[in-house]
């Protein structure tokens, strides 16, 4: 049997990297999930007493592609910022349908898990710089 060895500088800095971009993409599914449901969210309005109208169906439309577009910013280095940024008007589309505030927690959590798991693997800052790193 061989010994274990120590890893080197290199095979650390690499498994980092592969830690750092498996940690993107699992936030970029993230929003496209967000994505997803807020697309979906205009049928569950045209059910309440309020109804949907245009200026609700345009607002949710533009926000699931900003979801999107933010998805495939999250390779460059603000786009973890971007996307943290985006949980926000996520939380208060639960002002037009009260479920969405347990569904935008239930999706920031998510999101603060993979932050948590992407700080100690990769190393990445703690505290609220852990949102822009």
Do not use: C
């Not at 967000?34 to 007493?49: G, H, K, N």
């Not at 309020?50 to 345009?58: A, R």
């Amino acid at each position: 049997m061989t010994e274990p060895h120590e890893p080197t500088e290199d095979e650390v800095a690499a498994r980092a990297a592969r830690a750092d971009k498996a940690s993107r993409g699992a936030l970029a599914g993230t929003l496209g999930l967000e994505a997803l449901v807020v697309l979906l969210l205009p049928r569950a309005l045209a059910a309440t007493d309020q109804g949907l109208g245009l200026t609700k169906t345009l607002i949710l439309v533009a926000f699931a592609l900003v979801l999107i577009a933010a998805a495939g910013m999250l390779r460059r280095p603000r786009g973890i910022a971007i996307g943290s940024a985006l949980q926000v008007p996520l939380l208060l589309t639960g002002i037009w349908l009260a479920v969405m505030f347990i569904v935008a927690l239930v999706f920031w959590a998510v999101w603060y898990r993979v932050l948590v798991l992407r700080r100690d693997v990769v190393g990445t800052p703690g505290g609220l710089r852990m949102l822009i790193s």
